[in-house]
């Protein structure tokens, strides 16, 4: 029997788990004991607990998932996080080889081995360094986020800790697949990419996917130095036959080069430049920092996030593991209303959430929906509980391949279809975090009185705090936005972030619908000039940030 190693510690004030975690700057998580408490924190809460659902259950006592995006410190915490895992009483830590592993493969191997759990060590598509961003969240059995009933406790014992456990033990190797022992607990290094990508082969039509490759379908994926570079390299040019240096920035860097690992426009601005230019090839795609966010362009057209949704949620049964069963749509509340009107059409449910994917988790296990999503570039399925950059571009590749149809095309006809929602999110960020407070205070305030007021050529209908309530457990989730509805169908949404390090982040959502008939092709920003001058009357957004335009436009 291993000898277990108490360590004394106080509380760190602000461990509380945002939209997708824990999520400071690495300086922060270097002091001693800060990332120690927190994982005790969630090992206190959660109590290893053996999954029998799988038939790969450890049946002698519970499995932990560890991996990451691969970026600075993550090795060290992994390392820590194992020692920690064994005095904790797990039986099993599985991690993946370099301390590798995407979000949605992580969700993957919880499922596939019938673990209890797993920590993640990913900021998503914040940048890394040293003088960047750390983070580290806990999913449950079923793959995906903690619940708040978790998160809370987390938080709650977070301001109590007064000890850590551990092992005396030296640091595993890492980077050598298979089996060691630390303390009386079995460490299993496996490979990251294998189980990922058989899932992803078993799900689509790769045999259509690689004949139209055959025929000179092609297309560029930026893995922007990040966690996806091995996945997509393994999936896209190993298995479906696309050319060697498919996939650019395909190796995980701890910095990711230098470069912010957020697959938008802004980031991802080469990638645009290409599929906007003469040379473009048939698809451009890119993922975020630890592979659950995506990035989809044609050539010469350009998918808004809430778009692909509606767009892959009204052509998902084309896939083979998708046929004849969407049960229904998610999406958070900011995403556009693009999904609600595929659902209406199909005459299924299109459930409304909170933003973060973990409110999506109740109503996949239920069997209510088949494809959530989120204006963040997250989109989904019940194969994983995580949203999935690259699954999203392999469903757009087995749609473009069996309809032998353009991303151009494919938008076109689609509008043609449902009508569009021109739809944008402004972000300011970095804001002082007491004048954000005050500006969502102020909006709070003067909710009752907006209805019947004018901002231009709009009148507001109605405003409120978005509130919700799960169908499935009943937990209710209150102020989780602010939304602002207009007579004519548009909206203006604003919502302080989860997921920054240092400040507020304000974003604010915008949308307008045209119909069949309307204007469909237009450019996005002088649709929705209205309601961007309305958002700034009725926030007040310049007075209270001091800022006179968002930092970045989406």
Known sequence: MTDIVTVPTTPFEGQAPGTSGLR????????????????QSVFDVVKPQSDSRSSNAESHGAALVIGGDGRFHNRTVIQQAIRMAAANGYARVIVGQGGILSTPAASNVI??????????????????????????????????????????????????????????????DLDTPGEVT???????????????????????DFDAIRKAVGSGFAM????????????????????????????????????FGGHHPDPNLIHAKDLYDLMMGPDAPDLGAASDGDGDRNLIIGRGRFVTPSDSLAMLAANIEIAPAYRGRLSGIARSMPTSAAADRVAEALGIPCFETPTGWKFFGTLLDAGMVTICGEESAGTGSDHVREKDGLWAVLLW???????DISVDQLARTHWARFGRNYYARHDYEAVDSQAAAGLMAELNGALAALPGQQFGPLTVAHADSFAYTDPVD????????????????????????????????????LERYEPV?????????TMLEPQIAAAQAIAGIARHTGRSAPDVVT
């Open 24 to 39: 400071k700057k690495v300086r922060v998580f270097q002091q001693a004991n800060y990332a120690e408490n927190f994982i």
């Open 111 to 172: 499922r596939k081995y019938g673990a209890s759990g797993g920590l993640i060590l990913s900021a998503s598509h914040n940048p890394g360094g040293p003088e960047e961003d750390l983070g580290i969240k806990y999913n449950i059995a079923n793959g995906g986020p903690a619940p708040e009933s978790v998160t809370g406790a987390i938080l709650a014992r977070t301001k109590e800790i007064d000890l850590w456990l551990t092992v005396d033990a030296d640091d595993i």
């Open 182 to 204: 630390v303390g009386d607990m079995i460490v299993q290094v496996i490979d990251p990419v294998a189980d990922y990508a058989d899932l992803m082969e078993d799900l689509f």
């Open 220 to 255: 560029r994926f930026d893995a922007m130095s990040a966690v996806t570079g091995p996945y997509a390299v393994e999936i896209l040019e190993n298995r479906l036959g696309f050319a060697a240096g498919t996939v650019i920035n395909g190796t995980p860097l701890e910095d």
């Open 397 to 403: 590749l087995n749609i473009l391949a069996a309809r």
């Open 474 to 509: 009943q937990s209710v989730s209150e102020n989780q936005g602010i939304r602002v509805l207009f007579e004519d169908g548009s909206r203006v949404v604003f919502r302080l972030s989860g997921t920054g390090t240092q400040g507020a982040t304000l974003r604010v959502y």
């Open 517 to 525: 008939s309307g204007q469909l092709d237009a450019d996005t920003g």
